[in-house]
């Protein structure tokens, strides 16, 4: 039986290199993109271990479905060892230009979307040896003007 391990952000960034290092590990990834072209390139890629899922972290049955789509591709008694939480967005922009809509993409997306993506895994997750992991930037601890929001 496979050890699988969900990314979000997988098709580029900190989230493409988790994944691809997992899948080199003997995972199988189920690497989350935010597009069917993202999905598409990743399947391109022919990696082995990677199985490209859409999500949008941002909306309910879009983390349902690709809940839906893991349990699909662990079958019946197969675990999720691991989610990892790559998706972010940062707009960089002073806040007092930055438009309500765009605060609440970057807090969706990089913090309430996440939530609710391990709130709906937490089924495949119970077991003793899963793990949950939150990938941050490090531009979170600068501050400058332009980065307020982040």
Known sequence: MSNYVMVTGA???????????????GFTVIACALTEQEAAAMRTAEKNGIVPVVLDITKMESIDAAMATAAQTM??????????????????????????????????????????????ALPLL???????????SAMALLRTPMISIY
């Open 11 to 25: 098709s580029s960034g900190i989230g493409k290199a988790a994944a691809e290092t997992l899948a080199d590990e």
């Open 126 to 136: 119970q077991h003793a040896s899963a793990r949950i992991v939150f990938i941050s």
């Open 75 to 120: 079958g019946s008694g197969g675990k999720l060892h691991g989610i990892v939480n790559c998706a972010g967005v940062d707009i960089n922009a002073p806040l007092h230009v930055l438009e309500h809509a765009e605060i609440m993409q970057m807090i969706n997306v990089n913090y309430v979307g996440g939530i609710m993506l391990t709130r709906a």
